[in-house]
């Protein structure tokens, strides 16, 4: 499963998205990731996430976003739910294209490995294509 929360600076997905963390951490029994393009939410979420400054590892695109999931789930099996705080700028990339074809990567990743993924993009939801829309 793939969820995408789309919308402007300022419009509430990184609060959105910190609920949710919180809600997945109380409820699932697998262990939850965050990853995010900087260290901003170091103080806003349980110690129980495994937060991931992906600006120290150098992500810079998507094919290598990709890559640094898959290296996450194959050093821990027991990921239940990754949670990817603006995605377009972990990347460096905010062609529609580029974010349409991670996100339907994603979605078979997720159905291969059994891991829920929750991504948030600042960008107006009227901006979404078709197939960007069927994660929202």
């Not at 495994?50 to 027991?78: I, Q």
Request: aromatic share 10%; charged share 25%.
């Amino acid at each position: 499963m793939v969820r995408l929360i789309m919308g402007s600076n300022g419009a509430g997905k990184t609060k959105r998205l910190i609920e949710l963390i919180h809600t997945a951490v109380e409820n699932e029994n697998g262990s939850v990731v965050c990853i995010e393009p900087n260290a901003d939410m170091t103080y806003d979420i349980s110690y129980n996430v495994r937060l991931v400054n992906a600006s120290e590892y150098n992500v810079n695109s998507f094919e290598c976003l990709r890559g640094f999931m898959s290296g996450l789930y194959a050093g821990n099996y027991d990921i239940s739910h990754v949670f990817v705080d603006n995605i377009c700028k972990i990347a460096g990339d905010k062609e529609l294209q580029s974010v349409e074809n991670f996100l339907n990567w994603l979605d078979r990743f997720s159905e291969k490995n059994m891991v829920k993924f929750t991504v948030t993009i600042s960008a107006d939801e009227d901006t979404a294509t078709e197939e960007m829309r069927r994660f929202m």
